[in-house]
């Protein structure tokens, strides 16, 4: 299994940016999704979306991020807008191949987002 990961970059408060990630080595999946950590702490849950059925968020970026995914393209998206400093962290994409999956099954290799206030 392979998650490859691509978007981060250097944006301004209030500004957008717009992550992707592509597995391959699987047929099919149960949800894929993004962790963040910050420097000096956990690995955070910021959303995830099961290949069927509706996406989830965890609470500080409701209203703001949306995550989606293209089954045909084995990729899942996350659009990040009003983007806030405290947003700054590296942003691992994982694939949860079952229901069952407790922990993710598989992570992409990182990718920085940094804010800038």
């Known amino acids: 299994v392979q998650l490859v990961e691509s978007g981060g970059g250097l944006v301004q408060s209030g500004g957008s940016l717009r992550l992707s990630c592509t597995v391959s080595?699987?047929?099919?999946?149960?949800?894929m999704g993004w962790y963040r950590q910050a420097p000096g702490q956990a690995r955070d849950l910021v959303a995830w979306?099961?290949?069927?059925?509706?996406?989830n968020y965890t609470d500080s970026v409701k209203g703001r991020f949306t995550i989606s995914i293209d089954l045909a393209r084995d990729t899942v998206y996350l659009q990040m807008n009003s983007l806030k400093p405290e947003d700054t962290a590296v942003y691992y994409c994982?694939?949860?191949?079952?229901?069952?999956?407790?922990?993710?099954?598989?992570w992409g290799q990182g990718t920085m987002v940094t804010v800038s206030s």
């Open positions: 994982f694939v949860n191949l079952h229901i069952s999956s407790t922990t993710p099954d598989a």
């Open positions: 080595g699987v047929f099919g999946f149960y949800a």
């Open positions: 979306i099961p290949s069927i059925g509706s996406s």
